[in-house]
């Protein structure tokens, strides 16, 4: 090659690399990475009825589209917004799955349909960003609130107690629990408290408002990891 064809192609070589230089966007031009802000998924065993399910809670800024894989790489879950949804985007999202009871779906079945492990949460902003966010489920599943009662002393005190959670249901996996607090909820009245209170005061004002006859409430025990299990109790108001 003559000095003249070697220097015509390195010439040539400097233009074209000068060229997709100026195409390629800056590192700093390319789409970030956010994350969503809150992101579980979680148990929710009611033990009176005896039903189980999963449920899911997440909050992001302006987001998309969305889907949930599970610890195997399986998509469980996905959505996309349309419309005003697509060009706006969403932020929280809560929804329940349903909930079988165990004597129609066997226990280890639905815990194998959804193993214990991180699933990741995966979607798309309105900018065009991927925001994600990782939520680990586990087993440890509380057992209900047991003993339960309502105290009610004219003219409208009442107090709903029960004892201390420390372990999981019977059958279930067995997993050491950690309760970190409890909700009661009666109609719309609805409190949590530290795992150290095992007693609420339910408003007298509210106690007012509700009609005579079979009031029905629940409390909820809360584990460390997110798992919940409610137990229904009941009580007369004259």
Known sequence: MTRHRRTLTVVLVAVVALILGATSPPAWAKKRVVSFSIAKVFFEYNSTPNDLGVHVF???EDWKELRIVNPNGRTIFEVEGHGPYRDFGMTELFFEGAEPNLAD?????????????????????????????TATLTHAIPAGPSNLAAALTPPNTLVISWDAVTAPPPGFPAEPIHIVGYQVIVG???VTVPATTL????SPEFVSSLASGQQPFEVLAIEAGGNQTITEGSFTKP
């Open 58 to 60: 997440l909050d992001g």
């Open 105 to 133: 779906v066997p226990l280890e079945e639905l815990l194998a349909r959804f193993p214990a492990g991180d699933y990741k949460l995966i979607g798309r902003t309105v900018d065009g960003s991927r925001i994600v966010a």
């Open 188 to 190: 719309t009245f609805q």
């Open 199 to 202: 007693n609420v005061t339910v």
